[in-house]
T-cell receptor, first 114, second 113 residues
Framework: DGGITQSPKYLFRKEGQNVTLSCEQN?????MYWYRQDPGQGLRLIYY???????QKGDIAEGYSVSREKKESFPLTVTSAQKNPTAFYLC?????????????FGPGTRLTVL | EDKVVQSPLSLVVHEGDTVTLNCSYE??????LLWYKQEKKAPTFLFML????IEKKSGRLSSILDKKELFSILNITATQTGDSAIYLC?????????????FGKGTKLSVKP
């Protein structure tokens, strides 16, 4: 089965702790993305990576970090510097086509800070 | 600044009604516009509209892209309760390399029996 997996499904964190969200894809896509979704806010881009060992900040990168050591994996770390981390986090991947790139989404991780 | 605006933000209809969801955009380097349906978790892909494909149809859903007026609409005919979801519009901004998606805030559609 080809697709994107995210884990865990639900994550609870105490203030001051770093947590890492996992994202794996077996679609052989070059590009991967992390989004944050808050009620009424739509999806906002945190980080993206177009190729292994390279990544770029999105619109709301502060307080987050990523790595892209393997094509299949793009983990997101939510650091203690992120002031309001409670949200739904979505990972996506895409291939590149001349006319447009459809992004495929994972099932998401809901992070709650206690 | 690039932006994508969807309207209305929420909509309540009854089964059998026809609905039209709107998406307007201002993007520097437009490449494509995508519609997604989000029920409980991951958004699922509906349509991609580009310069070479400005009208798409699948069953009761259809979408058009007006590149001159910078908007798209998503039509759903004979709505069913299973159409209840958040519908997301996203525009791909192609800045010389692989494009990134800019999302609107979504339209929450509720279909009552």
């Amino acid at each position: 089965d080809g697709g994107i997996t995210q884990s865990p499904k639900y994550l609870f964190r105490k203030e001051g702790q770093n947590v890492t969200l996992s994202c794996e894809q077996n679609l052989n896509h070059d590009a991967m993305y992390w989004y944050r979704q808050d009620p009424g806010q739509g999806l906002r881009l945190i980080y993206y990576s177009q190729i292994v060992n390279d990544f770029q900040k999105g619109d709301i990168a502060e307080g987050y970090s990523v790595s892209r050591e393997k094509k299949e994996s793009f983990p997101l770390t939510v650091t203690s510097a992120q002031k309001n981390p409670t949200a739904f986090y979505l990972c996506a991947s895409s291939d590149w086509w001349e006319n447009g790139s459809e992004q495929f989404f994972g099932p998401g991780t809901r992070l709650t800070v206690l | 600044e690039d932006k994508v605006v969807q309207s209305p933000l929420s909509l309540v209809v009854h089964e059998g009604d026809t609905v039209t969801l709107n998406c307007s955009y201002e993007v520097t380097n437009f490449r494509s516009l995508l519609w997604y349906k989000q029920e409980k978790k991951a958004p699922t892909f509906l349509f991609m509209l580009t310069s070479s494909g400005i009208e798409k149809k699948s069953g009761r859903l259809s979408s058009i892209l007006d590149k001159k007026e910078l908007f798209s609409i998503l039509n759903i005919t004979a709505t069913q309760t299973g159409d209840s979801a958040i519908y997301l519009c996203a525009v791909e901004d192609y800045g010389g390399s692989q494009g990134n998606l800019i999302f609107g805030k979504g339209t929450k559609l509720s279909v009552k029996p």
